[in-house]
């Protein structure tokens, strides 16, 4: 019986590959970027970069392959025309091997993430486009993808599971070095080779006898009913308690109503679509009613959603996250429209609208990225211009301290545009040529990565953070807030490879540094074992089960008061206070005693690493030797 369905699934597979022979080839050069990228992770930047390049290439073309196979099929194009519509979508794909550049442009994530849910809501509707009478031949089709979709999930999964269950036994009884790397590799191969080929292997061959389908998931029906419906409702209900608070209280939303109401209409819309072909039998006629009601609730929270939209847009302008807000707010409110107005009621306007819209956020003159980098650059200038920082609309050599509010405001600008848009978004505000000095950086970059035979990589980020660090440098902007001062201290013990002669029944040398994962000492004292853990403020001494927390702060609030350094002055380049420096003090000043269960301590501290700024102190590095005695 296992075996029949062995060979069955096989079957499938050779003949999907038949059926859609460029998705296959996509999603196998998908498969073997991700094998070169799993394999050469640690070893090249550009492998790296091309091959998530090719990977995001490739499930763009899969995906308008796909949506062209669809189309011409149940279209039933001619095999020239579909030819053509094959090698635009290929061209299409490539195209976007040379405009997608996710390791210098974090943006380019971004659209990538957009363009292909675009793509995916295309499937979903390009086979019916035009065809007003196959709503339920829509839904049927998505119904078998979305199906389709989840046993592909599962079967990818056992089988996933079991092939490293056999891989970590052939490991341990033939010590056969499989690494992690050999584990990524399979999950990419059946995530995206096995995936596709068993989803494209269930996709209906003759779409057009979908139209009489009326077969119905019964559990589908349930999870709507008693799941989606009353979690819609109690979404609705609590938004609309809110509304009432805020026009009795007549104060302005708060930022996570705007979540919540878009929560509310994906439940609401999701529910509907689900139980869509069950609208016209008698016994579901409170489906129709349903979603009347749904969308009349709507009008109200669509109000809330614009003014807490419209609050934050006028203080704060437009960020690609306010934008993509706006743009969710005007396509419900027009599918609303439609649903109350339109008698037709097709479904299909769903995808279709969401689509077009998602497309036209991502590029162009219009997209987020352009419109929230002008709203971006406009408030900056705003604050310019108040604080009497621009000279013929450029900006000139910051010379004095800013307000509290301005201050805040070009720090957080600053780096929100460089980040998101590069140095070069500034070039209007500007007087230098920023396309040339962002080619210095990244030259110097380049050279730095030399140095490292080219495996140090040279992310976005790296670019970024350097673009940010010459602007502080050549305008002496605020890198921090107005009245943030900060101190680098390295206290060594006079005449410190000195330790005076004390009896002791044991002698332990102490080098403790905090890092992301803090060093930690173990030692031993006869039968017992003593360890060290030392974090931003405090080191932690255990001798078997008694330990004590010995707290640095006092420690470095004493040594502060110890030492003066006359050089602490605003630096140049950032306007911040910072002082570093070496200071030498007597050895009491770096000495603390105290016991741990029945031993007692005396800790010679022989060299200590700390920080002070005006909101908090931390030790970086502690050395010294530790006298210890029952």
């Known amino acids: 019986m296992k075996l029949t369905s062995v060979q069955n699934l096989l079957s499938e597979i050779r003949k999907a590959i038949i059926r859609f022979p460029l998705e296959v080839t996509f999603a196998f050069i998908a498969c073997i970027a991700a094998t070169t990228l799993v394999q ?31 189309y011409s099929r149940y279209r039933e194009l001619s095999k020239k025309a ?51 009478d196959d709503a339920n031949a829509f839904w049927q089709f998505n119904k078998t993808m979305f199906l389709r979709f989840l046993a592909g999930v599962l079967y990818s999964a056992v089988l996933f599971g079991g092939l490293c269950a056999a891989m970590g036994a052939t490991k341990f009884l033939f010590n056969i070095d499989i690494t992690w790397k050999s584990f990524m590799t399979l999950f990419a191969w059946i ?21 009489d389908e009326q077969s119905y998931p019964k559990g589908l029906k349930l999870f709507t009913q008693y799941v989606l419906i009353p979690l819609a409702i109690v979404y609705v209900l609590i938004l609309l308690s809110y509304e009432v608070k805020i026009i009795i209280e007549w104060n302005l939303p708060k930022g996570l109503v705007s979540s919540l109401i878009l929560g509310y209409a994906v439940f609401g819309i999701l529910s509907f ?71 037709k009621q097709n479904i299909l306007i769903i995808p279709l609208s969401l689509s077009l819209v998602t497309i036209a956020g991502t590029y162009g003159p219009l997209s987020a990225f352009n419109i929230a ?17 621009l000279k013929e609309g450029r900006l000139q050599v910051i010379t004095s301290k800013l307000d509290s509010a301005s201050n805040d405001r070009v720090i957080d600008l600053t780096k929100y545009m460089i980040k998101e848009y590069g140095l070069s978004s500034l070039q209007n505000l500007l007087k230098e040529d920023l396309e040339s000095v962002t080619d210095s950086i990244k030259e110097r970059l380049e050279l730095t990565a030399a140095k490292y035979g080219n495996n140090r990589r040279t992310y976005a980020w790296d670019i970024r953070n350097a673009e940010q660090e010459w602007l502080q440098k050549h305008y002496q902007l605020p890198i921090k807030y107005a009245d943030y001062s900060i101190s680098y201290k390295h206290i060594k013990a006079e005449n410190y490879n000195v330790i005076p002669a004390v009896n002791a029944d044991f002698i332990v040398l102490i080098n403790n540094t905090t890092n992301l994962y803090p060093a930690e000492t173990v030692s031993a004292l006869d039968k017992d074992s003593i360890q060290f853990h030392l974090s931003d403020s405090s080191m932690t001494l255990r001798i078997v089960k008694d330990s004590i927390r010995l707290n640095l ?20 380049d950032s306007g911040r206070i910072e002082a570093t420096g070496s200071f030498i003090l007597p050895r009491k000043e770096l000495t603390e005693e105290f016991k741990v269960g029945k031993y007692s301590v005396t800790f010679y501290i022989n060299e200590i690493n700390y920080r002070v700024s ?17």
């Open 40 to 70: 050469n992770e640690d070893k090249s930047f550009a492998v790296t970069s091309w091959g998530w390049k090719v990977m995001m290439v490739c499930n763009i073309g899969l995906l308008t392959a796909f949506a062209t196979s669809l």
């Open 82 to 132: 579909t030819a053509v519509l094959y090698i635009l979508s290929i061209a299409i794909s490539v195209t976007f091997l040379f405009v997608l550049n996710p390791m210098q442009q974090e943006r380019d994530v971004v659209r990538f993430f957009l363009i292909s849910f675009s793509l995916h809501l295309m499937v979903a509707f390009i086979a019916f486009l035009g065809k007003g």
């Open 191 to 211: 995530a995206i080779l096995f995936q596709t080929l068993f989803f494209l292997s269930g996709i209906p061959v003759d779409l057009l006898k979908l139209k």
């Open 273 to 343: 679509l689900l139980i869509y072909p069950l609208r016209n039998q008698e016994e579901n006629k409170w489906i129709v009613g349903y979603n009347r009601v749904f969308y009349y609730l709507l009008i109200p929270l669509l109000a809330l959603l614009f003014v807490s939209v419209y609050t934050r847009v006028q203080k704060y302008g437009i960020t690609e996250e306010r934008y993509f807000l706006i743009i969710l707010a005007l396509w419900l409110t027009g599918i609303t429209a439609y649903f109350l107005l339109s008698r």
């Open 373 to 389: 980098e002008r709203s971006q650059l406009k408030q900056l200038t705003a604050v310019f211009e108040k604080s009497k920082l």
């Open 553 to 572: 702060i006092p420690i470095i609030d004493r040594l502060e008061k110890a030492n003066v350094n006359p050089e602490d002055k605003p630096t140049k």
């Open 614 to 630: 005006s909101h908090s102190k931390s030790a970086e590095r502690v050395e010294g030797i530790m006298m210890i005695n029952k």
